[in-house]
């Protein structure tokens, strides 16, 4: 079993869609970047890359790169499974904690949950997806920013037997 830890964290500035967990919101404000700023997925990539020792988001996907502007997060997602595939890992599990003081996530958390199941090919109920004000304390408690972390845990998907034979 391995298990990777993400993090990331972006402005929120007015005019730009409001995207977590690969959903919309409606939200006067919205995470700036260069991609979709969606700090969700983007902590999961960290942590499934994390797991796997294959380096970091920025590593694979450059944020001067314009070939990444605008890209989606579960995009990002997609190429980083197909990376922890070749090392022979699949997701089994998945928790995480969002930053934000709004808008208040309620009763959209159990769907952003089974979005990130969905992206990772793993039942509903290995997927959490938790929520946090900052108590106004702070660029996020001001709401200029929102952050989140994730744990992700991965299992080898070759028989320990197969690979002691090599
Ligand atoms: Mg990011």
């Not at 991609?35 to 996907?61: N, Q, Y």
């Not at 502007?69 to 070749?86: I, S, Y």
């Amino acid at each position: 079993m391995r298990h990777g830890l993400g993090f990331d964290i972006h402005r929120l500035v007015p005019g730009r869609p409001f995207v977590l967990g690969g959903l919309t919101f409606d939200h006067p404000r919205g995470p700036s970047g260069h991609s979709d700023g969606d700090v969700l997925l983007h902590a999961l990539v960290d942590a499934l890359l994390g797991a796997a020792a294959l380096g970091d988001i920025g590593d694979h996907f450059p944020d001067n790169d314009p070939k990444w502007k605008g890209t989606a997060g579960k995009v990002f997602v997609a190429k980083a499974l197909a990376l922890v595939a070749a090392k022979g890992l699949k997701p089994t599990q998945v928790d995480s904690t969002v930053f934000l003081e709004l808008p208040k996530l309620g009763k959209r958390k159990p769907e952003l949950a089974a979005a990130l199941a969905s992206l990772l090919g793993i039942t509903k109920d290995r997927a959490c997806v938790k929520a946090k004000t900052m108590e106004g304390l702070g660029a996020i408690g001001q709401g200029e920013a929102i952050a989140a972390q994730v744990l992700v845990v991965l299992e080898e998907t070759t028989a320990p037997k197969a690979r002691r034979k090599k």
